[in-house]
């Protein structure tokens, strides 16, 4: 029965090294290919805006991201354009990036660069099943901490319609209300993400291929407690919708 028990142990000590190990390596492999989505104006101090997560897709020369993350329009009134950041906030290369795509219904949109970075692989169009170990790397508060990407790692927990309940009638906004008509089915996780991580990959845990787009997090005590209470429940957009968004605009991935 000891030895039993020894054996047991070891195994589980070693399963738990392997686990680490392999997220070691898929970090260091993903990395490359996760940027930061912002805006960039000369003028100001500072000159660079962080508004979210995207990754390298296709060619090297086009990200995705959530179309929430460039919805705003640039101001008119002064010189500005959309940016992708790459590296860190110790050694930032701003690089000048072009709206070519977007898909409001599925939250998501695809910028274009001049040069070329390493790419993420991308998922088939099939779900992946409940239960699946997968991870995100981006900026989860990058406006206060900077350009210095985190990992976080959850669950597949549900596959579930695309619709996030209210309170109350007061809470429905036309938006939620047009949401509510074209419902389709969206990856439910169990772990915590932050406004920042909108736009990042969801990777499978075991060789980082992207399967879905971080795209919102369940707020359960208001906008404002989103960083002091986190609820634990995350959402990401299936890659199927955006391997059909490359493919409206003639993008390889």
Partial sequence: MTRLCFFLLFFSFVANAQDAV???NIIQ???PSVVGIGL????NAPANQLQGTGFVIGNGKFVATNYHVIAEPLDPEVVQYRAVFVGNAKNTRTLRAEVVGFDPVHDLAIL???EALKP???GADTYVPEGTIVGFTGYPIGAVLGLYPATHRGMVAAITPDAMPAYNSTQLSINMLDRLK??????QLDATAYPGNSGSAMYRADNGVVIGVMNKVFVAEGKENVLSKPSGISYAIPVVHLRELAAKYNIDI
């Fill in 29 to 31: 492999k993903v990395k």
């Fill in 120 to 122: 993420f692989k991308v």
């Fill in 40 to 43: 960039h104006t000369p003028m």
């Fill in 22 to 24: 392999n997220w070691v």
């Fill in 182 to 187: 074209q419902t389709f089915m969206i990856y």
């Fill in 112 to 114: 274009k660069i001049d």
